[in-house]
């Protein structure tokens, strides 16, 4: 189970460069490929208000929950 991110769908419907981006939400573009990459532990409120503000979009349209493939980690039953 995991949350991944959809930055570069995003990225693409806007025509958009992560160098673009990560100055128009003022993070470095290093940080911004760790976000894109799925590599963060975590996200600060800020920098998802700035992400939902320049591409225009909801939380739910950059964040996803996708459960494991085999679903050995379900604890519905």
Avoid at 55 to 76: K, R, W
Wanted: charged letters at 25%.
């Amino acid at each position: 189970m995991s949350i991944v991110t959809r930055i570069d769908l995003l990225l693409a419907k806007h025509k958009m460069t992560a160098g673009e981006l990560a100055e128009q939400i003022g993070i470095t573009p290093a940080n911004l490929s760790i976000l894109k990459n799925d590599r963060a532990k975590a996200i600060r409120f800020s920098t998802l208000e700035a992400l939902c503000r320049v591409l225009g979009c909801q939380p739910g349209d950059l964040l996803e929950y996708v459960d494991d493939a085999d679903g050995e980690n379900s604890t519905v039953g």
